[in-house]
């Protein structure tokens, strides 16, 4: 894609996996910004996780042989000594010879890192030293990052307002339910245990970006049901699309936002079938707390506001 480039506004670089150009969009809002994307399940890229399963001495050793630095020699527009940013996002983690970008702040997006193989691949078989600062979307995760004597900013996750927003009001409902996502074990038993036996109209699946948002707006509730208790980004698209939105309670959420106003949260399945019945019963209030949410992260949670907190976080945008 051609875009103009304007003199006054900073060079970014995104490297990101293929599907996140939603990522390049938000940087284009503020600066001269351009991608190269990764594959992340093309073999080499499988190879450089094989570290994070293995102790740190063993994970810096076989990282130096199975993720060794690649070029970024591709970058197509601009010579690299122009560049003001390299922005690299999880879960891209492959190894860069970032020293042509002598100019450029460097920096990494830790998204992933609540997952234990993830985290020591980046703590150990990657070379996250070379990174001038690490945003990382879980607050749990900065001490990692700090116990390097790295910089570390938290950046959560957020949603893209082009693809999740509230829906027509000539939009009928078509699910009491939905849960959009992975169905692994722990999530199965838990909607078996809350749905089964019950008349309740759902969907449980996956679905993505515009089919999921769809999905979102044909549903009087959306559960989330997240691996650790973190805020995942389900629950910014959800909130987005003026969703009601159930989700299982941490502190994570209850940092961010407010329950019983944005969103409710549940503590375990009962307390999830008890909320879920009552709140199908109690349409005004359901309705209220969904508008709530969607003021709530339009204002501060969409991918623009992640960039803007990003070049401003660098120094770049004042």
Not at 16 to 23: Q, R, T, W, Y
Not at 82 to 95: E, G, I, R, Y
Request: charged share 25%; aromatic share 12%; hydrophobic share 40%.
């Amino acid at each position: 894609m051609d875009i103009t480039f304007y003199k006054e506004r900073p060079m970014v670089l995104v490297v990101a996996s293929v599907g996140m150009s939603f990522l390049v969009k938000a940087f284009r809002r503020f600066s001269n910004a351009s991608e190269a994307f990764v594959y992340p399940w093309a073999m080499p890229h499988v190879l450089h996780r094989i570290p994070g399963r293995l102790g740190g001495g063993l994970a810096r050793a076989s990282g130096l042989i199975l993720n060794p630095k690649h070029s970024l020699h591709y970058y197509p527009r601009v010579p690299p000594e122009k560049v003001d940013l390299v922005f690299v996002s999880d879960p891209v983690v492959c190894n860069f010879d970032l020293r042509p970008f002598r100019n450029a702040v460097k920096a990494y997006w830790s998204q992933d890192c609540i997952y234990e193989s993830t985290l020591r691949t980046q703590l150990h078989g990657m070379d996250i030293a070379q990174y001038d600062v690490v945003f990382t979307a879980h607050e749990d995760c900065r001490k990692h990052f700090h116990e390097l004597g790295l910089k570390v900013e938290l950046l959560p996750f957020a949603y893209d307002p082009d693809v999740c927003s509230p829906s027509p009001t000539s939009v009928t409902p078509k699910f009491d339910v939905t849960f959009v996502g992975t169905l692994r074990q722990r999530r199965l038993e838990l909607l078996e245990h809350v749905l089964g036996g019950t008349s309740l109209k759902y969907f449980v699946g996956n679905a993505y970006d515009h089919d999921m948002a769809s999905i979102y707006a044909m549903s009087k509730v959306v559960l989330n049901i997240s691996e650790r208790g973190e805020l995942n980004w389900r629950i910014f698209e959800a909130l987005g699309c003026e969703s009601f939105l159930l989700t299982n309670d941490s502190g994570e959420v209850s940092n961010v936002f407010t329950p019983g106003r944005h969103l409710v949260v549940w503590k375990d399945a009962e307390d999830l079938r008890r909320l879920l019945e009552y709140y199908l019963a109690e349409e005004n209030e359901r309705v209220r707390i969904a508008h709530e949410g969607h003021v709530e992260v339009a204002r501060n949670h969409t991918i623009y506001n992640r960039a803007e907190a990003v070049l401003r976080a660098t120094g770049l945008l004042h």
